[in-house]
């Protein structure tokens, strides 16, 4: 039972994607079974509580991942992939609970993209909120990372599908019977997004995942730093490789707009570090160890 630290709301998106996911026939997630609710005293419902099936020796990509990078394994990297190309297609498929599951957008409004608006927000809070020698080492490097955004401000039309909108390998569980993926409550440091995005943004944050781990394994476990980057490499090339095999062999391989991918990736740095400010000091290291590898 997963209980929410705040009362939400109804509707939620996490009991409709439960709905629709289960009725796609998608089971790579812990098995929804009921949702706790109550009425507030304006008369709206307050949704406190998720009851999904338990999953014998179930751990959290924080765990088992790191170990794989402390290992070097990567063929657990196949297995991630294939996972969000399958959830992805799941999202693309009509039902009773999303019958036009996929739309089509043409981003750019009077030369400005709702995503590049958002991204040059986050970029902006980011530097912003990060202080002391990490704020300034970010501050030198502002235009370089503006510049990486800048594709997301010519973006043409691009299928919008409803993504998991937080999809990190903390999401993903290894249990008895494989992987399955949870949470379906969006990015805690964005409030009020379309919940239709490009695929890209999953699978971006997903690949950027697998270094944050490298950073966990490197300041955790002593592993070192030189190693540590090429399995970064390896798996996330292994990774997104399965993935787009996966949507091919679906059907789905327009799915996925690489063009964004890059972006979307600094764009995901930027929030890590918010969400550090916001929530998580001592995470910071991770974005911050990964932006530090990418710009010397």
């Not at 498929?93 to 999303?98: D, I, Q």
């Not at 890209?200 to 490197?218: F, K, N, P």
């Amino acid at each position: 039972m997963k209980w929410l630290t705040t009362p939400a709301p109804l509707p939620h998106p996490t009991p409709d994607m439960f709905a629709h996911l289960t009725s796609v026939g998608f089971t790579a997630t812990a098995t929804p079974y009921a949702s706790v609710s109550r009425r507030a005293d304006d008369g709206s419902e307050l949704l406190l509580a998720l009851v999904t099936a338990y999953l014998p020796g179930a751990g959290d990509g924080w765990e088992w991942c790191v170990d794989e990078a402390v290992s070097h394994g990567t063929s657990f990297a196949v297995d991630l992939g294939v996972l969000a190309a399958d959830l992805h297609t799941a999202m693309a498929t009509p039902s009773a609970t999303f019958p036009t599951p996929v739309r089509r957008s043409d981003a750019v409004r009077a030369g400005e993209s709702p995503w590049s608006l958002r991204a040059g927000e986050a970029l902006a809070e980011a530097l912003a909120l990060t202080d002391g020698e990490d704020g300034d080492w970010l501050a030198e490097r502002a235009d370089a990372l503006r510049a990486e955004l800048a594709p997301l401000a010519r973006v043409g039309a691009t299928p919008l599908i409803r993504i998991h909108g937080d999809l990190h390998v903390g999401q993903i569980l290894r249990w008895r019977d494989g992987y399955a993926v949870i949470d379906f409550d969006g990015n805690p440091t964005v409030a009020g997004a379309d919940p239709f995005q490009p695929a890209a943004r999953d699978l971006a944050q997903l690949t950027m995942s697998l270094e944050h781990v490298g950073q966990v394994a490197i300041r955790r476990r002593d592993a070192d730093p030189a190693v540590i980057a090429g399995w970064s490499a390896t798996a996330r090339a292994v990774l997104e490789s399965a993935y787009l095999g996966r949507l091919d062999e679906l059907g789905h391989a327009a799915l996925l707009d690489r063009s964004l991918l890059r972006p979307f990736e600094i764009e995901q740095e930027c929030r890590e570090l918010v969400y550090a400010a916001r929530h998580l000091p001592r995470w910071r290291y991770a974005p911050m160890g990964v932006l530090r590898s990418r710009y010397r």
